[in-house]
T-cell receptor, first 119, second 112 residues
Framework: GAVVSQHPSWVICKSGTSVKIECRSL??????MFWYRQFPKQSLMLMAT?????????EQGVEKDKFLINHASLTLSTLTVTSAHPEDSSFYIC???????????????FGPGTRLTVL | QKEVEQNSGPLSVPEGAIASLNCTYS??????FFWYRQYSGKSPELIMS????GDKEDGRFTAQLNKASQYVSLLIRDSQPSDSATYLC????????????FGIGTKLQVIP
């Protein structure tokens, strides 16, 4: 149980283009999903909290107009990197919390990640 | 600023030994703590969660929590080369927003 998928697993794009990353919870419902970014040899940095049916909550310093998040259903959240630039190249990882695990309030399960390279 | 601190390592242990990974956190209100394992180029995988003071054992892994000292640890018994990875400590935020704060991770190397 608690399987999270991401698509694509890697993407290479030209500077100025937009890239959409999908995050799906496969065997559970997730009211809340999280989007992280990880640069080489650094820890996970939370970008935003994605809530089903409402606007995402962005962390300080993360541009909401650049990183568009949509959480249209209990099993799908998308992150769109708009007008991508080389400095946006990173490992983007989503996670989801299983509503069914009532006792484990903050337990998150991660997707396999998407490696974005912007040329 | 809520922080979770770990020594980045690397921590080298011989195969079969006990690996001891440590973590401290600044958010006194935090009630939940997690250890994740991350292999190079991969996403984190949940190993253990702990919510109460004391020890919690799962196979070769034991998590220890001391809320008074704001200290969390992970012991790996009978370490195997396949345990070589970065171990991330995380603490649930006390604000109730379900977020967790991650440490930088400790790189563990198990030497055959």
């Amino acid at each position: 149980g608690a399987v999270v998928s991401q698509h694509p697993s890697w993407v290479i794009c030209k500077s100025g283009t937009s890239v959409k990353i999908e995050c799906r919870s496969l065997d559970f419902q997730a009211t809340t999903m999280f989007w992280y970014r990880q640069f080489p040899k650094q820890s996970l940095m939370l970008m935003a909290t994605s809530n089903e049916g409402s606007k995402a909550t962005y962390e300080q310093g993360v541009e909401k107009d650049k990183f568009l998040i949509n959480h249209a259903s209990l099993t799908l959240s998308t992150l769109t990197v708009t007008s991508a630039h080389p400095e946006d190249s990173s490992f983007y990882i989503c996670s989801a919390r299983d509503l069914g695990l009532a006792g484990e309030v903050n337990e998150q399960f991660f997707g396999p990640g998407t490696r974005l390279t912007v040329l | 600023q809520k922080e979770v601190e770990q020594n980045s390592g690397p921590l080298s242990v011989p195969e079969g030994a006990i690996a001891s990974l440590n973590c401290t956190y600044s958010d006194r209100g935090s009630q939940s703590f997690f250890w994740y394992r991350q292999y190079s180029g991969k996403s984190p995988e949940l190993i253990m969660s702990i919510y109460s003071n004391g020890d919690k054992e799962d196979g070769r892994f034991t998590a220890q929590l001391n809320k008074a000292s704001q200290y969390v640890s992970l012991l790996i018994r009978d370490s195997q080369p396949s345990d070589s990875a970065t171990y991330l400590c995380a603490g649930g935020d006390s604000g109730g927003y379900q977020k967790v704060t991650f440490g930088i991770g400790t790189k563990l190397q198990v030497i055959p």
